[in-house]
């Protein structure tokens, strides 16, 4: 019949190949701007907005406490405080720091003994081991910053509440429920500072 269409089937037939390595990698490129930039933006927020923040985790008993990471924005101090009968007590502190951001700060809490006893009762055999915070405190006269034996204040949040974290020792083989101990107290803080230490 005049105008129809000629029979191609018996034609050898080829498959259509769409090239797309340009657009895949223009896109891994653009992903890894953008990682970038983004990254930089995070780093700068980090260095230079003036803040204060503090990451501590749970962690084996020893004679120190290790700081994850500390943000200051004013000189100040990170202290230790042991929970006790009466309240807290201060059980050491880090040396005076200028503004900026630190990670794996080591602060010396006292002697062995002392640390074998801050259990809940006293008592060395009880696996209830007494809570910690770290707190940053200012000191009330920065002229005297050199000397740490002088009066400090613990800074405040915008609720007015001292701004402390709290961590526990961890209890030998029983980590995950030191997790689940830590995610109770403050859920939303604990898994901040994972996603962002």
Do not use: C
């Not at 059980?91 to 074998?116: H, L, M, N």
């Amino acid at each position: 019949m005049e105008g129809a269409l000629p029979n191609t089937s018996a034609l050898p037939q080829k498959t259509l190949k769409i090239f797309v390595n340009g657009e895949v990698y223009s896109t891994i490129i653009y992903t890894l701007l953008l990682g970038v930039l983004f990254g930089g933006v995070i780093a700068a927020a980090v260095y230079f907005l003036p803040y204060n923040r503090l990451v501590v985790f749970n962690q084996p008993t020893a004679t120190t406490v290790k700081i994850t990471s500390v943000k200051l924005s004013e000189p100040a101090f990170v202290s230790i405080y042991m929970q006790k009968q009466g309240g807290w007590e201060e059980v050491g502190w880090a040396r005076f720091a200028k503004p900026g951001y630190y990670r794996d700060v080591v602060i010396d809490i006292g002697q062995q003994q002392e640390i074998d006893s801050v259990h809940k009762d006293n008592t060395i055999g009880n696996i209830e081991h007494r809570a910690f915070v770290a707190r940053i405190e200012r000191p009330i006269n920065a002229d005297t910053a050199i000397n740490e034996n002088f009066i400090r204040e613990p800074i405040r949040d915008r609720r007015g509440n001292i701004y402390q974290k709290k961590f526990w020792w961890v209890i030998r083989g029983s980590n995950v429920k030191q997790f689940f101990r830590r995610l109770q107290d403050k859920p939303l803080t604990f898994l901040w500072d994972i996603l962002w230490p």
